[in-house]
Each structure stands twice: as C-alpha cells, then as structure tokens.
C-alpha cells in the first residue's frame, strides 16, 4: 500500500474536544461539534492543503468505569468521552474536498459483516473512492458490556472472530465485480447476473449468503486498517491489511515491528510494500525547543494530576487509583493480562519505559509521553520524522496524535512543517489520484 517511500500523513481526529482539551484557551467549550459540521468541514479543508492522506476517527462504544469503580472520572473529566458515532461527518467532509481520504472504525467483535460491508460500500460511492476502515476488535469491558456481554470475549478469540470476518466481508465486496453494471436501455440490462456471485459462506460465526446487493463502489474494497499489535493483531493484518496504525514509542522498537510484520507477510504470501506503517505520534510545533517545552508544560498544569492514571484506566481495564507509591507498570502485567484486553499496548510500555519509574510518575506524563513525539521547530521536526520513517524503512508515515489544540495544532502542521517536508522531497506537493489507494501508493 505504501510503493513509494514519500512520508505519507494522517491526523486522528478522534479526541480533538475532549481529553481536557476543552480546557485550554482556543477550544470552543459550548460549541456544537456534533450538531453541525462546519469545524469539520474546515479541518477537511485544512488537511487537504497539506496534502494529508487521510483524515481518522476511532471509535469504542463505552462509558468506562475502570477508574475508581465508577465513570466519574471520565465523565467529569472529558477523559475520551464523550463518543460519537461520527460517520455522518464523513459525506459532509468529502463533499468539500477532493483528495484527502476519511478512515471510519467499526469493530468486528460486536457488528456483523454484512452490515458492514454494505456501508462501507455506500461510504466508498459518496466519498469518490475516498474510505478506508479501521477493523478493530474492541479490548474495552465498558463496550461489550453495551453489546451484551457479561465478560469481554477473550483477545485471542475476538481475532479468530475478526479472521472470519474480514473473510467474509472481502468476499461481499468482491461478490459484484468490477464492471458488471450495464446500464444498457435497448436492451433492457442493467447489470450482468454473471458477474454478480454468491459467496455462501457458512462459519463458526457467520452464515452469509450473498452477493452484496449494490453496485461496485470506486475502490471496490475500502483500504483496511488494522492497528494489532499482538501476535495475532500482526497475524490478521498481514492477512488482510493496507495499512497498519501503530503506537511503538522508539525507533528500535519500530523496527523491530517492521520486521515481525515483514515476516508475518512472507507467510502470508505478501510482501513488505504491501502494507504500509503509520506511525502515531504527537507534534509539537514551536519557535524553539523551549517554547515547546513550555506548550507542554501550559497543557500539564491543565489537566488533574491524575489524568494519565484515568486514561491508562481506561484504555487497559484496571484500576490504577489504586497504585501505591511504589508500584511499577511490572506489578500490573497480570492484572492488565487478565483483563484481556489492549495486551499489545501494555506490552510495549513494558519493554520501553524505563522499568524503575512509578506508575505514578509514568502516569504523570502519559498524556504527552504515551506515543512518539516530535517537538521543536519544524525543521527540527522534519529532521526528526525523517530519522524515524528512514530508520523503520521509509514504508507508511505518520498518523498525528492528539496535540494541545484541535485546530491550532492541525494548521500548525499543515502550514510549517509541511512544507518543509515537502522541501526536502519526503512528502508529495500534489495527489497522485482520485482514490485513498493511489494516493497512499504515491
Ligand atoms: C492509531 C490507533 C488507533 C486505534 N483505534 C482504535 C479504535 O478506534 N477502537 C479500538 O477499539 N481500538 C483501536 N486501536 C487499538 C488496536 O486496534 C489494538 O487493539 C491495539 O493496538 C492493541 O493490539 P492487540 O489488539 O493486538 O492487542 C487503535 C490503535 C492505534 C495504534
């Protein structure tokens, strides 16, 4: 998915008003960000004249109550809640921009394939070929419980579950091919019946008939995400994926999922250009390096002492209000294990900090520290980007994390560094296509 070695971009528009963002000057508290899509639309806008690929929203369907016992903390907090569903935004944001592409998540643990294949499908024919998806299989105990489960299904087995799924749901898209619409009025056809196939599939967990009762839409299939880290994360990405999302925190790190991934494509019968890596990472645009510093330390005195530890809550199912003085992340590896939930998250904390820090004072700085950073002057930050992307070997990018500022953040991005990366000939001046596809393979 990524066949040339430009730097291609992306930004995660999931949290931009929440997680205490809402508190610092320049967010618009009392603004109706789910009620109209103006902010939306400027952000499409905006990501378009960098010639960013991709625009992405996660998505997890819970309230959670890890911290503390209850979901005090996030709700009072704005700690990755509220949760939209925010497909409706996405045709409002395509039809005021032509290049850049929309990732949606939809979780292959609690939806069905079909249904799935059918809004992408409908998603792809409104967004001009414009739509990739994120196939999650949801770690968070306060989803299921919206689902209707008692107990999370276990890791392992929701990736058996996501196996089956994106089995089915390629075979659906693929069900009408690609020039099977006639449209012919003399003759009275309008499609070809040859070309439109059953697939019935019958499985451990989904029987399926078929075809997909709708036309072919632009790309066929949407790009896929899959943001595994797991062994059976990497397993099914390399199965099925275009893209991988991806939050190592160090550059040896990086490389060493590049080569595990690589490896895991050879036994699929794929190769390493097949799939494209971006990278998360947070970037901090300044004058100097001690204004960034300064930025950072603005957005800490912002937020409750105990942010991190309701984040880290949340995202790995145990209470961390409970960490003792002295507890490190090692003394929770059983706990987090048994949760089954985001084990692939968890694990790289483990092997990348620094094994004699309190999970009091990692918890202090995870809101800045939990993913890679880049922060400085933009070209300090291309000389950074440049370093990681060449070192993991130069396949994907970088998907923008959470910055200190919804908008602010976005244009800052857009307007000094990415000139700079297009400068020095690592990210492309124009799109190379009308498609996500061809553009992220330019
Ligand atoms: C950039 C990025 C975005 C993600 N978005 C979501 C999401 O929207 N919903 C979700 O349930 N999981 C999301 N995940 C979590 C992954 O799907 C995955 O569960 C996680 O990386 C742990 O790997 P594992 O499932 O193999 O243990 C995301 C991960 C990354 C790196």
């Not at 618009?28 to 939306?40: A, K, L």
């Not at 409908?122 to 209707?148: F, P, Q």
């Not at 244009?411 to 990366?421: A, G, Y």
Request: glycine share 8%; net charge negative; with cysteine.
């Amino acid at each position: 998915m990524a066949h040339s070695r430009n730097i291609h971009l992306a930004a995660d528009l999931s949290f931009l008003h929440t997680d205490y963002l809402w508190r610092l000057p320049g967010s618009w508290i009392g603004y109706p960000y789910y009620g109209t899509s103006e902010f939306y639309e400027d952000v499409a806008r905006l990501a378009e004249r960098g010639i960013m690929d991709m625009l992405f929203f996660g998505d997890t369907g819970g309230t959670s109550e890890d911290f503390g016992g209850t979901h005090d903390a996030v709700v009072r907090l704005g700690a990755k809640w509220p949760r939209h569903d925010m497909t409706p935004m996405i045709p409002l944001m395509a039809r005021v921009t032509k290049g850049v592409g929309f990732a949606m998540t939809m979780s292959t643990t609690y939806h069905h394939p079909f249904h799935c294949a059918r809004v992408f499908n409908a998603l792809d024919h409104v967004t001009r070929g414009r739509i990739a998806w994120n196939a999650v299989t949801s770690a968070y105990k306060a989803e299921a419980a919206n689902y209707g489960f008692d107990v999370m299904m276990d890791h392992d087995q929701r990736y058996e579950r996501a196996q089956e799924f994106l089995k089915v749901a390629c075979a659906l898209w693929d069900s009408i091919e690609p020039d099977a619409f006639v449209g012919d009025r003399d003759q009275g056809i309008y499609c070809d019946p040859a070309k439109v196939h059953r697939i019935d599939h019958r499985g451990d967990y989904f029987n399926v008939r078929g075809p997909l009762p709708a036309l072919p839409s632009p790309q066929q299939r949407p790009v896929i995400i899959q943001a595994g880290l797991s062994g059976p994360g990497m397993k099914l990405a390399a199965d099925y994926a275009d893209l991988q999302f991806s939050t190592r925190r160090t550059l040896p790190s990086m490389q060493q999922h590049r080569r595990a991934l690589d490896e895991k494509l050879a036994e699929a019968g794929r190769s390493p250009r097949d799939i494209g890596v971006l990278w998360s990472i947070r970037v901090q645009v300044a004058t100097s390096a001690s204004e960034a510093r300064a930025k950072e330390a603005a957005y800490l005195a912002a937020v409750p002492p105990e942010a991190g530890l309701v984040e880290m809550s949340q995202q790995f199912g145990v209470d961390f209000s409970q960490a003792r003085e002295d507890m490190t992340l090692a003394d929770f590896a059983d706990a987090v294990a048994s949760q089954k939930g985001n084990l692939g998250t968890f694990e790289e904390l483990l092997k990348t900090v620094d094994p004699k820090q309190t999970v009091r004072e990692f918890g202090s700085r995870f809101m800045v520290d939990r993913i890679l950073v880049a922060s400085g002057t933009p070209a300090e930050i291309v000389d950074r980007l440049e370093e990681l992307h060449e070192g993991s070997g130069a396949n994907g990018g970088f998907i923008l994390g959470r910055g200190f500022s919804a908008m602010d953040n976005i244009r800052e991005f857009v307007e000094l560094v990415v000139p700079e990366l297009q400068k020095r000939g690592l990210s492309k001046t124009k799109y190379a296509g009308s498609t996500l596809r061809e553009n992220l393979n330019a």
